[in-house]
Nanobody
C-alpha cells in the first residue's frame, strides 16, 4: 500500500536548522511531483516547497525562500526539506505530499521553533 513517512521533526531554537525526510513506498516515486506542506494550529495547511519528479524546478513559498531547500533522491524514494534560519513562525506540523493524478499524504512531523 502507499506510504509516506515523514521524520526529522523536533524542537529547535530560533535560528537553528532541521532536515526533514519523507520516505515513500507503494507507488512509482520517480513519476510524482513532491511537495512539503505545513499546518500551524488554527491555520490552514499551506504549501511550503515543491519539486518536480525529475528533481528540477524547485519552488518555494515566499515565507521560506532563501531559508529552505527541497531535494529528492529517486534512487532512495525519499524527499527532503532542509530548513535553516528557523523562526518561531515556522512552527507547524509538516506534511509530505505526492501528486500525479491523485494526491498521497504522510501523517506529518512536528516542528517547533522556540524564541
Amino acid at each position: 500500500q502507499v506510504q509516506l513517512v515523514e521524520s526529522g521533526g523536533d524542537l529547535v531554537q530560533f535560528g537553528g536548522s532541521l532536515r526533514l525526510s519523507c520516505a515513500a513506498s507503494g507507488f512509482t516515486f520517480s513519476r510524482y511531483r513532491m511537495s512539503w506542506y505545513r499546518q500551524a494550529p488554527g491555520k490552514e495547511r499551506e504549501r511550503v516547497a515543491t519539486i518536480a519528479n525529475t528533481g528540477g524546478s524547485p519552488n518555494y513559498a515566499d515565507s521560506v525562500k532563501g531559508r529552505f531547500t527541497i531535494s529528492r533522491d529517486n534512487a532512495k524514494n525519499t524527499v527532503y526539506l532542509q530548513m535553516n534560519s528557523l523562526k518561531p513562525e515556522d512552527t507547524a506540523v509538516y506534511y509530505c505530499n505526492a501528486h500525479l493524478y491523485t494526491d498521497y499524504w504522510g501523517q506529518g512531523t512536528q516542528v517547533t521553533v522556540s524564541s
